[in-house]
């Protein structure tokens, strides 16, 4: 079965520095997720993305961070200045539907854990 | 999204159904109702969602009462690799952007 693929499994970095977060999606799909859980709490949304813009974005997702879909097929999220507070699990996530389609079904990856020294 | 209450655990034996039940009691008449899963250490992964009907796949099924206050999700046969933490989630039927808000699940603990 296909699947959402994220690199790198294991992401460690100095409180300040940039990070980005990379994503391979589901190759027929058209909108695509990040969500974060921090260590003993619930997965939390980020951010969607659709026709390569931001279709919805939750308050966590403030100006620090961005996505892109550079190449038609990757999907990243980048955070500028990280924080201890960023430290969690990020979720990528794809779909072929949404809202009036029955494809509404989020396919996620293994996640990339993010710890933030 | 409207809110659901799930039980913070269950506990099954291996090889026998489970139940696991959510209730969504300000559910609204287009809300889909959508449940996922996540295993240790792994992403959420989709389980099923319905709408008004009952649901079959070869995962599980979903069982929704009739005024749709509630649902269940039916494991039939748990197997050890079925313990996970089980989400149930409301999404409004809306062509707006798609946040599936996770809630803290009910936490499914299989002894063989």
Known sequence: EPEVTQTPSHQVTQMGQEVILRCVPISNHLYFYWYRQILGQKVEFLVSFYNNEISEKSEIFDDQFSVERPDGSNFTLKIRSTKLEDSAMYFCASSEGQGITTNEKLFFGSGTQLSVL | ?112
């Open chain 2, 1 to 112: 999204d409207a809110k659901t209450t799930q039980p913070n655990s269950m506990e099954s034996n291996e090889e026998e159904p489970v139940h696991l039940p959510c209730n969504h009691s300000t559910i609204s008449g287009t809300d889909y109702i959508h449940w996922y899963r996540q295993l240790p250490s792994q992403g959420p992964e989709y389980v099923i969602h319905g709408l008004t009907s009952n649901v079959n796949n070869r995962m599980a099924s979903l069982a929704i009462a009739e005024d749709r206050k509630s649902s269940t999700l039916i494991l039939h046969r748990a197997t050890l690799r079925d313990a996970a933490v089980y989400y149930c989630i409301l999404r409004a039927f809306s062509n707006s952007g798609y946040a599936l808000n996770f809630g803290k699940g009910t936490s499914l603990l299989v002894t063989p």
